[in-house]
């Protein structure tokens, strides 16, 4: 799986996009069975390189079939908006989470519901639901997953050690977290040494955990409203929580503070003790004879554990040719035979797989696991307007909570639900 900022990627579909045309058939076949079937995907390097030992081994079983990768590291998003609107997108493309719902209201998704309850079909019980879920719109499937990462919490054993703070278990609250993250905050002639946590900055999906975790969100569960949401109870008391950790008892780096180690990850520098954070960085950290770490579970809030998902997948070209074939290649990459060679690099759904590659028992990698079944919907996945209405409204709150700008909390998600509201009313016309 990328990092984060490649799982999230984001990009605005022309209200006027018109799918129209056939992609092409590359097929070149004296018997008529032979066919080409193109997978689009924004990985270069060592994913491209998986992505096509998955394909060279189907290709060995199904000698009729070609199976050609199309990487585009730099502007895949672009690129791809480009051959929909041609008529002539890759038969599978990747697709980032925040970014299935657009794809389905535009008519670029195959609905594979029929075809996973076909003869050759999958079984739905076969992988972590809460992941599954995140491919289905209105109970639709519309993609498979290839991998993802929830969250869990990062803890430096030697700090821990050194501060005789016993090392945190699944259970604990955020009210622990916040206790310790203040004792493991070390400050020597009135400078921080080292900070007692990191928590992911402006980022909403690292939000989650917390907001929902007191009973706050940011949209309603039909994505109709965010008055009564976004500034609830539940989301004043979370987001007054992070403002106290990053401004009242300085716990957390803020956003000029990490600048100022120009991009290097703290957590890994051991400049914090703590870090909410995604399976993206284990095996560096496993790497380093210096760093002696732990992970646990994220922690709970008053109405309970919750958590985040980051989802990488694949769908199913509506105007291909080869839909049949693509469909079969589809859920060979995303089932047992694909995640077995993308296992030993990111979590996969496939339940088998990951009990099988050690991920639900592995002491680093179970808290992420075990994560899955507290995942909370992201509201990209609720609301097709939320990138162009609350959205903006948050990242312009977070932005200048992050710079440290003085802001009475209450007030702000009163005035971000109200614009939210405003903008959705007229997005919705």
């Known amino acids: 799986m990328k990092k984060a900022g490649k799982m999230l990627l984001t990009m605005s579909l022309a209200a006027g996009l018109m799918l129209t045309g056939c992609s092409k058939d590359t097929s070149t076949d004296a018997k008529g069975d032979q066919i080409t079937l193109r997978v689009g995907t924004w990985e270069g390097g060592e994913g491209q390189a998986l992505q096509q030992k998955v394909a060279d081994s189907y290709m060995k079983k199904h000698p009729n079939v070609k199976i050609e990768i199309e990487s585009v590291p730099d502007q895949y998003g672009t690129k791809l908006l480009t051959q929909i609107a041609g008529g002539d997108a890759p038969d599978i493309f990747q697709v980032g989470d925040g970014d299935i719902r657009l794809y389905m209201e535009k008519g670029a998704f195959e609905n594979l519901s029929d075809y996973a309850k076909g003869k050759n079909g999958i079984n739905y019980d076969d992988y972590y639901q809460n992941v599954l879920d995140v491919g289905k719109i209105d109970g639709e499937l519309y993609t498979l997953p290839k991998d993802y990462s929830t969250l869990a919490v990062y803890y430096n054993k030697k700090m821990f050690d050194e501060a005789k703070i016993p090392y945190p278990k699944k259970g604990w609250t955020w009210d622990d977290f916040y206790a310790t993250a203040k004792k493991l905050t070390k400050k020597e002639n009135g400078n921080i040494v080292h900070w007692g946590t990191e928590m992911g900055g402006a980022e909403q999906r690292f939000l989650i955990p917390l907001l929902y975790g007191y009973g706050g969100s940011f949209i309603s569960n039909d994505g109709k409203k965010f008055e009564g949401y976004l500034n609830s109870d539940g989301s004043k008391d979370a987001l007054n929580f992070y403002h106290d950790m990053y401004f009242k008892d300085k716990i957390v780096p803020t956003t000029s503070d990490s600048e100022a180690f120009k991009g290097v990850d703290l957590f890994g520098a051991q400049k914090t003790a703590m870090a909410l954070g995604g399976r993206w960085p284990i095996m560096d950290y496993r790497k380093n004879p210096d760093l002696k770490f732990g992970t646990v579970d994220v922690p709970k809030g008053p ?4 958590n985040s998902i980051f989802y990488a997948g694949y ?22 035979e694909g995640g077995k060679v993308f296992a030993d690099h990111a979590f996969t759904a496939v339940k088998k ?71 959705l009313g007229k997005a919705q016309k």
């Open 303 to 306: 109405k309970g554990e919750v």
């Open 315 to 336: 769908g199913l070209y509506s105007q291909s040719e080869h839909k049949k074939a693509a469909w079969d290649y589809l859920k060979y990459l995303t089932g047992a």
């Open 353 to 423: 797989v990951a009990e099988e590659k050690g991920q639900t028992t592995d002491k680093d990698f179970k808290p992420f696991v075990d994560g899955i079944q507290n995942v909370q919907m992201f509201p990209e996945r609720i609301s097709p307007y939320y990138q162009a209405t609350g959205s903006k409204e948050v990242a312009n709150l977070m932005e200048r909570f992050m710079l440290g700008k003085k802001m009475n909390i209450d007030k702000e998600l009163d005035q971000a639900a109200k614009n939210s509201d405003e903008e």
